[in-house]
């Protein structure tokens, strides 16, 4: 690809990273500054991605925001993320058994992205959006695929990503940390209380594929309160069992 190319390229994925549930919308002004390009340069690759439906503009206020076409993406996306397909079932009668959020994560460079979820029909419930990304380190699904890696893989991250708190009660120093996932591997299962958000707690277990590796991981997760001791076993029963299914039809067949 010639460079001008590829340059045009870099700078509208950077665009489109931009905008985020926080940021639905923004002038050529804003993302001028973050993507630190001249508001007129901005301006006409914004003109351009337009016109390709990739975003859109507010007649009013003239600014911008995500277009259909990243939606279509999204939706070829996932209907073609194989573990999501073989997942789904199984989500659903967990989903019913427990009537907590049910989510799929998968791994994403050092972060994990939500690709499957399922809210509890509960008034008081916790979201996790589709295509958000959050760290591997906070919250029990980054925990089960961050325990999963092969050893190289975990201490290159380690190496490459700092333990930054997002709440009180985030896990930052890295040898309790290290004991934590030393223990998730060997029981399979992982449970977190506000690690990532204050009032949230969550359980996941691993979905592994074939060889073995976590493709995904498969998460129960609610406010704090509900996630009392007898539920939280429970649901690490649960989310295990589920998890172990979902692997089988991923071809994994044990240690043998």
Known sequence: MPAEQLQT???AIA????????????????IARMVNLSSSVTGRLLAAMKAMGIVSQNPETRAYSMGARVLTWAGVYTANLDVRNK???????????TRETISLYVLEGSERVCVERLESPQNVRIVARLGRRLPLYAGAAGKVLLAFMSPARQAEFFETTPLVPLTPRTMVNREQLLEELRKIRQEGVASSYGEWIEDAAGVAAPVLDQAGVAVAALTISGPIQRFTPENVTRYCCEVKRVAARISEEMGYRGDS
Not at 15 to 30: H, K, N, P, Q, Y
Not at 87 to 97: N, R
């Open 15 to 30: 665009v489109l990273d931009c905008f985020s549930l926080e940021r639905s919308e923004l002038g050529v002004r804003e």
């Open 9 to 11: 390229l870099s700078r």
């Open 87 to 97: 997942a789904l079932s199984a989500m659903e009668e967990l989903h019913e058994s």
